[in-house]
């Protein structure tokens, strides 16, 4: 691997170099042809110029010039350092890379060359990242981008490009912005289905559903940040391990580490700012036991991975988090440098687009979010509650415009008898209150029906809605002193057409 140069070995500078280059150019469309002859001689010079121009590129740090054809639109990436006072760094970066003995003077410029390394390495955007994950010190972001380089060179990120490339049924060479309109999210790939069939399949907690853990569905309306969306329940660490599924999973992991590299390089070209994703994980119901069994060194194997994608998450909000996981959190955090502590937000459940700044069109059902767009992954999961002994727990599913008419399918299970006392299901649809009717603070109630449960596990039954509103499902655990752990399903399983 080429040695590491820094800025002030260089001969010559960029700006010089173009300077010159300038003015020979407009010499050159300034000095029309007297004759035949001079106009001869005059592209005969030219042509002099050009080889000079070829020459001083392969030998200075001129190759940076070629990069910017290769690494996409610089000026975007260097309007968003002006932007944010690092384009200083930035350009001394830049120049150590491609100048004569720097880490990409001798890589490729064609798929085919050795050393090729696709727009997404190479751009301004990538050199960013690496700029701002280390605090802006160009040494250290040299450091980090060199140690990248040989990860990429010693691992297989060019065949996991390669197969998500193939995946949205695009030529190698296709424009990035093409390729992230079609290419698959790598939990939904084939070549995982053994993690979704086996490590996440149907249990006792989610019948008849084998489905990711994690989805990406969307986008932040202010930022343009990729939101990624995670049940943390099921994501069933130990059993990962236990199945000899880790090795499967590291590889889904670096898919996700490439696919992202590629998104959010075309999200920032799009918005000419630098983009992150945006991460929202379920914490509901997770305790310690997620990370047993060799769940916690699955993730610590992880994080030695994705340390060579710096600047991908831009932040991370745990919801469902409840009281005593705010306190805990609040105090674990503080271990936590500010930098990453200032990346990390807590929810309580409960008006969560609110709390997270998004429309509830945004969210997905299971969130309290209205949402179709998860209806085959995350809002296909069974919600787990527990219903204290004489206490109630309940769901809501908010019915829109659109879905008037549409069945809606609701399902309960882990019911049964508790030391002789019955668990009972109340099912009530809120129509959605008129502007007047909302101003006094009521709205229609609909019952529709209320099931005692002696001797059953489950009730599945479907509601079709004739107007707005919410359909809220109640548990009543009637037992003095037990509580009783259920689960959840609401969801929409067809169209008012079909209906």
Same mark, same amino acid.
């Given at each position: 691997?080429?040695?590491?140069?820094?800025?002030?070995?260089?001969?010559? /500078?960029?700006?010089?170099?173009?300077?010159?280059?300038?003015?020979?150019?407009?010499?050159?469309?300034?000095?029309?042809?007297?004759?035949?002859?001079?106009?001869?001689?005059?592209?005969?010079?030219?042509?002099?110029?050009?080889?000079?121009?070829?020459?001083?590129?392969?030998?200075?740090?001129?190759?940076?010039?070629?990069?910017?054809?290769?690494?996409?639109?610089?000026?975007?990436?260097?309007?968003?350092?002006?932007?944010?006072?690092?384009?200083?760094?930035?350009?001394?970066?830049?120049?150590?890379?491609? @100048?004569?003995?720097?880490?990409?003077?001798?890589?490729?410029?064609? $798929?085919?060359?050795?050393?090729?390394?696709?727009?997404?390495?190479?751009?301004?955007?990538?050199?960013?990242?690496?700029?701002?994950?280390?605090?802006?010190?160009? $040494?250290?972001?040299?450091?980090?981008?060199?140690?990248?380089?040989?990860?990429?060179?010693?691992?297989?990120?060019?065949?996991?490009?390669?197969?998500?490339?193939?995946?949205?049924? @695009? /030529?190698?060479?296709?424009?990035?912005?093409?390729?992230?309109?079609?290419?698959?999210? !790598?939990?939904?790939?084939?070549?995982?289905?053994?993690?979704?069939?086996?490590?996440?399949?149907?249990?006792?907690?989610?019948?008849?559903?084998?489905?990711? $853990?994690?989805?990406?569905?969307?986008?932040?309306?202010?930022?343009?940040?990729?939101?990624?969306?995670?049940?943390?329940?099921?994501?069933?660490?130990?059993?990962?391990?236990?199945?000899?599924?880790?090795?499967? *999973?590291?590889?889904?992991?670096?898919? @996700?580490?490439?696919?992202?590299?590629?998104?959010?390089?075309?999200?920032?070209?799009?918005?000419?700012?630098?983009?992150?994703?945006?991460?929202?994980?379920?914490?509901?119901?997770?305790?310690?036991?997620?990370?047993?069994?060799?769940?916690?060194?699955?993730?610590?194997?992880?994080?030695?991975?994705?340390?060579?994608?710096?600047? @991908?998450?831009?932040?991370?909000?745990?919801?469902?988090?409840?009281?005593?996981?705010?306190?805990?959190?609040?105090?674990?955090?503080?271990?936590? $440098?500010?930098?990453?502590?200032?990346?990390?937000?807590?929810?309580?459940?409960?008006?969560?687009?609110?709390?997270?700044?998004?429309?509830?069109?945004?969210?997905?059902?299971?969130?309290?979010?209205?949402?179709?767009?998860?209806? !085959?992954?995350?809002?296909?999961?069974?919600?787990?509650?527990?219903?204290?002994?004489?206490?109630?727990?309940?769901?809501?599913?908010?019915?829109?415009?659109?879905?008037?008419?549409?069945?809606?399918?609701?399902?309960? #299970?882990?019911?049964?008898?508790?030391?002789? *006392?019955?668990?009972?299901?109340?099912?009530?649809?809120?129509?959605?209150?008129? !502007?007047?009717?909302?101003?006094?603070?009521?709205?229609?109630?609909?019952?529709?029906?209320?099931?005692?449960?002696?001797? #059953?596990?489950? #009730?599945?039954?479907?509601?079709?809605?004739?107007? !707005?509103?919410?359909?809220?499902?109640?548990?009543?655990?009637?037992?003095?002193?037990?509580?009783?752990?259920?689960?959840?399903?609401?969801?929409?399983?067809?169209?008012?057409?079909?209906?």
């Amino acid at each position: 691997m080429a040695t590491l140069a820094q800025p002030s070995e260089r001969a010559t /500078s960029v700006d010089s170099f173009e300077s010159s280059r300038a003015g020979s150019v407009e010499v050159a469309l300034n000095t029309p042809p007297a004759s035949a002859e001079p106009a001869k001689s005059a592209a005969h010079g030219a042509a002099s110029q050009r080889t000079e121009f070829e020459e001083a590129a392969a030998a200075l740090d001129l190759r940076m010039l070629r990069g910017e054809t290769v690494g996409g639109e610089w000026a975007k990436a260097e309007a968003d350092a002006h932007r944010v006072g690092d384009a200083t760094a930035l350009r001394d970066m830049r120049q150590a890379l491609w @100048c004569e003995g720097g880490l990409l003077a001798d890589r490729g410029y064609l $798929p085919k060359e050795p050393g090729y390394l696709p727009p997404e390495a190479v751009s301004g955007w990538k050199l960013l990242r690496f700029l701002r994950g280390n605090g802006g010190s160009v $040494p250290k972001a040299l450091e980090a981008y060199e140690k990248m380089l040989r990860f990429r060179d010693e691992g297989r990120v060019a065949e996991f490009r390669a197969a998500l490339v193939e995946s949205a049924g @695009c /030529s190698p060479d296709a424009p990035i912005d093409q390729i992230v309109k079609t290419m698959v999210w !790598p939990y939904f790939h084939p070549k995982f289905s053994d993690l979704v069939e086996q490590a996440w399949g149907p249990d006792e907690a989610s019948p008849e559903v084998g489905v990711p $853990p994690v989805v990406q569905v969307g986008s932040d309306p202010e930022t343009g940040s990729p939101i990624t969306w995670t049940a943390f329940e099921r994501y069933n660490f130990p059993k990962i391990a236990s199945t000899g599924l880790g090795p499967m *999973w590291m590889e889904l992991v670096q898919w @996700c580490d490439v696919y992202f590299d590629l998104l959010l390089h075309a999200r920032s070209e799009e918005r000419g700012t630098l983009v992150r994703r945006r991460d929202v994980v379920d914490i509901q119901n997770v305790g310690l036991s997620a990370l047993s069994g060799g769940g916690l060194a699955l993730l610590r194997k992880m994080e030695s991975l994705t340390i060579h994608y710096p600047e @991908c998450i831009g932040h991370t909000d745990m919801v469902n988090f409840g009281s005593v996981g705010v306190a805990l959190w609040s105090a674990a955090s503080m271990l936590l $440098p500010k930098a990453t502590r200032e990346k990390f937000s807590t929810h309580n459940a409960g008006h969560l687009a609110e709390s997270l700044g998004f429309p509830a069109s945004v969210l997905p059902r299971r969130l309290g979010g209205t949402s179709n767009d998860f209806t !085959p992954h995350l809002d296909a999961l069974f919600l787990p509650r527990d219903v204290p002994a004489r206490g109630t727990v309940a769901v809501r599913h908010e019915v829109v415009e659109t879905d008037v008419g549409a069945p809606v399918e609701w399902e309960v #299970i882990g019911l049964g008898v508790l030391d002789g *006392w019955a668990v009972r299901v109340g099912i009530e649809f809120f129509t959605k209150p008129s !502007p007047e009717a909302s101003a006094a603070g009521y709205g229609a109630v609909v019952v529709v029906g209320e099931v005692a449960t002696p001797k #059953i596990n489950s #009730i599945r039954d479907s509601w079709i809605p004739e107007a !707005p509103g919410s359909l809220s499902i109640t548990v009543y655990n009637d037992s003095m002193i037990q509580s009783k752990h259920v689960s959840f399903r609401i969801r929409k399983i067809g169209t008012a057409a079909q209906s």
